[in-house]
């Protein structure tokens, strides 16, 4: 069993940065894919980004990237997403999520999630 606690999301400006931290409790962190999901209002969820268990491995959805960096510290059981120049369609809620596989991970699929949080992007 995964469980997952985000945090960082909070109310922004447009242009601004944010970095999303996730903590995991699992004894094997490093044996997980893991991602960041977002579901804005009224849509459906979206694919961010993932990263390997190892770290060496990140894809990201086409609408963040060069914007977001997704990272992970394997020594804290932590992954965190570095958000800049944030749009308004960048609001959402975003989700961390963790799968065994990284094929899975990159197609949106996973086995655990968080509950999520709020991230608002005024203009």
């Known amino acids: 069993q995964v469980q997952l606690v985000e945090s960082g999301g909070r109310l922004v400006q447009a242009g601004d940065s944010l970095r999303l931290s996730c903590a995991a409790s699992?004894?094997?962190?490093?044996?997980?894919?893991m991602g960041w999901v977002r579901q804005a209002s009224g849509k459906e969820r979206e694919f961010v980004a993932v990263?390997?268990?190892?770290?060496?491995?990140?894809y990201y959805a086409d609408s963040v990237k060069g914007r977001f960096t997704i990272s992970r510290d394997n020594a804290k059981n932590t992954v965190y997403l570095q958000m800049n120049s944030l749009k308004p369609e960048d609001t959402a809620v975003y989700y961390c999520?963790?799968?065994?596989?990284?094929?899975?991970?990159?197609?949106?699929?996973?086995?655990?999630w968080g509950q999520g949080t709020q991230v608002t992007v005024s203009s």
């Open positions: 999520a963790a799968d065994g596989a990284l094929a899975r991970a990159s197609s949106g699929r996973y086995d655990y």
């Open positions: 699992v004894r094997t962190f490093s044996s997980y894919a």
């Open positions: 990263i390997s268990g190892g770290g060496r491995r990140t």
